[in-house]
């Protein structure tokens, strides 16, 4: 199995790409930390992997707060004694019908950038002490391109994500530590979703990409696995997108 004996913490993992990303990780041999703070789903995630016959845990998570990073750390370490892999994936929408809103703009930069950095702070220390580890940061094709239907907000912080990532990959390599960004694209609107879940205002996404349809949340999974484990042990500070072909055109 491709993570056999790992321990990873996966931050959204009540819903799509993170409860993707968990199922398919534990399927790989990991002991998953499901965190989100959507405390009934996350924990049906989670009972479903280990129904299944996986080792996984819920615990609830804000990534806005340091002290619930620092005790879902605690947890990982308490349980399993190392983390390995941390998949930074929580997030909400920002296709904000109010372009110029404020608090729009402070709720991505404190969710979607901030989180992501929060994440990082406890989870490296831990890594250090294990001798590496790996980081999967999830930005969007929105942190290379701007786009209709989306708040700037949502770019800046997805672009803020993209170069964080390659920050820490360089400044932590000597730790053996990887750091890498994964780049989705049109995929199943996510739970905050607004303009980008209209039919409409979709199917004119879906035109302008190269594979004329959005994409599945395994498909991203399947990405992090790969960044996530030993296979990409010489792979540090790469964007991957994983969007049809969009970014490309
Ligand atoms: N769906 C898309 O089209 C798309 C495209 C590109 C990138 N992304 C990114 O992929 C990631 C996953 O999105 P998804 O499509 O699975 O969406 P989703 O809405 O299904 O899942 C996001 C999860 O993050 C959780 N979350 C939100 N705020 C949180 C917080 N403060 N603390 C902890 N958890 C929180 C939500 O409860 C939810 O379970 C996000 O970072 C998103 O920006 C999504």
Redesign the pocket.
Known sequence: MRLQDKTAIV?????????STARIFAAEGARVLL????ED??AAVAAEITGAGGEARFQR????SEADWDSAVAAALAAWGRIDILIN?????GSHPDRLNVDTWDAQMN??AK?VFLGMRPVIPAMQGAGGGAIVN?????GFVGQDYVHMG?NAA?GAIRLATKSAAVQYAPDGIRVNSV???????????KL?ADPEIRAKMIAAIPMAREGG?EE?AYANLFLASDEASYITGIEVPVDGGYLAL
């Open positions: 931050t959204g993992a009540a819903s799509g790409m993170g409860a965190t989100d703070v959507l789903e996350g998570l804000d990534v806005t994936n929580a997030g909400i929408s969710i979607n989180g999830i930005s969007s094709i929105s949502y997805k780049h989705p694209g049109i995929m199943p609107p996510m739970r905050t979703s980008t949340v991203v």
